[in-house]
Each structure stands twice: as structure tokens, then as C-alpha cells.
């Protein structure tokens, strides 16, 4: 084997293997620690909470670190402020949270399945659309009964919530489309972040497909082979 084609496939499986050690899914259970590292993209927005009152807050994705992992977020709990420091969090089906509360059901989870679905991708680069999930999700949440109220201040935009929410509910699909889970704390604001049961395998096999272009690439005349 040349040295060439060695290397190759050694960065190939290396790259699979650390990548897919980072995408390991959440244990539901696991404590976590959290800290809270910023919100981007997001826009700023007037809110109306049943248990912190009217404030300017930022809507959108909110960045976390979850065990030393950024990871993108959005928060399932306008009722609780966030910390500025390092919190430990509870792995929880997303139902079941927001914490103190009852947590928001079965129905409100798909309904974030499906909105996470839709426009995830779309916020990642936008502002008002990150805003506009944000809303959507915050909107779900407080709809179900035994939550505390939450509202918009009158006169500001919900940065197309309404017609976001209008698209999930068209969606019949009992099927959760996107595997979610929250980070729960009695004391905190909660998340919703993404599950990843597959990315690490993805991950590797991007890592094997590097190595068999390696193999493939000895018999193309425009790789030269470097002799051991």
C-alpha cells in the first residue's frame, strides 16, 4: 500500500471516529452541564410573562455549551430567566419539560418537532426567522393548560410565528419529525435541542467514503503514487 493511500485512509477513519464521538446522542436521565453562550441569529422582542412580567428579551437561537459542545438551541421556557453561569441540566423527554411545571405534553412536543422541522435550517442564516421559531415555540408551550400566560407586548411582530404555527398544524403526521429532547432545570430557562442517533454514523461512513476515494484515486492517470 503507498504511503499516499495510507494516510488517506487513516485521516478517513480518525475523522469518523472524533466527530462521531461528539455526536453521541442524549441519554434521557443524563445530567449535563449548560452554560448559556450567547443568542445568534435573534432579534429583540417585547414579551408579556405570566411570572416575569413585560421585558425586552432576545428571540432566537440560543448557543449553548453542553459538555464542552456548542450546541444550538431555542428556549421552551419564557417563565425562568437563564444563568450566566455554568448550570447543571437534566436530559428530558420534551414533553415532560418545562420544568417546575406539569411539562408541556405529547401534542406540544410533536407540534416543536414539526416547526423545528420546517425552519431549522432557514434560522440558522436569519434572524427573523430564528425569532419567529422562537416565538412559535414559546406560543406552543404556553398553550397548554396549567402553563404560566405568555403573550407578545401589543404592536410587536411575531416575525411570521403565526403562519409557521399554521403550517405544523396542517401537518397531520403523528410522527415526530426531528428527534428532540429538552435540558431541563427546576431553576433556570429550559431548552429544546436536537437528539442525533445517526450523526455519528454519518459521520463515519463521510470518513470511509474519504478512504475508498483514496482506493479509487490509484487508478486514475491523474494521481501520481508516492512509492514507499
Do not use: H
Not at 17 to 33: D, E, H, L
Not at 135 to 146: C, K, M, R, S, Y
Not at 191 to 215: H, S
Amino acid at each position: 500500500m503507498n504511503r499516499q493511500k495510507r494516510l488517506a485512509i487513516i485521516l478517513g477513519t480518525l475523522i469518523g471516529a472524533a466527530v462521531a464521538a461528539k455526536a453521541t446522542p442524549y441519554t434521557v436521565g443524563a445530567n449535563v452541564q449548560v452554560t448559556e453562550t450567547g443568542n445568534t441569529p435573534a432579534e429583540a422582542v417585547w414579551i408579556n410573562s405570566g411570572t416575569l412580567g413585560t421585558w425586552d428579551v432576545w428571540a432566537g437561537i440560543t448557543e449553548l455549551n453542553v459538555n464542552g459542545v456548542a450546541t444550538n438551541s431555542f428556549c421552551i421556557d419564557p417563565f425562568q430567566w437563564s444563568s450566566s453561569q455554568q448550570q447543571q441540566y437534566t436530559v428530558t423527554a420534551l414533553g415532560s419539560a418545562p420544568f417546575p411545571t406539569a411539562g408541556m405534553g405529547s401534542a406540544a412536543a410533536l407540534t416543536i418537532s414539526k416547526l423545528w422541522a420546517e425552519n431549522y435550517q432557514q434560522a440558522l442564516g436569519n434572524a427573523q426567522i430564528a425569532a419567529g421559531l422562537q416565538i412559535a415555540i414559546w406560543e406552543t408551550v404556553a398553550g397548554n393548560p396549567g402553563m404560566p400566560s405568555f403573550s407578545l407586548v401589543a404592536g410587536q411582530s411575531d416575525y411570521g410565528a403565526a403562519g409557521m404555527l399554521a403550517v405544523a398544524a396542517a401537518d397531520t403526521s403523528a410522527v415526530a419529525p426531528v428527534s428532540l429532547v429538552a435540558l431541563a432545570n427546576g431553576t433556570y430557562q429550559d431548552y429544546v435541542v436536537q437528539n442525533v442517533p445517526d450523526a455519528g454514523t454519518t459521520v463515519a461512513l463521510l470518513g470511509l467514503g474519504l478512504a475508498a476515494l483514496a482506493l479509487v484515486g490509484r487508478r486514475s492517470p491523474a494521481v501520481v503514487a508516492i512509492k514507499d
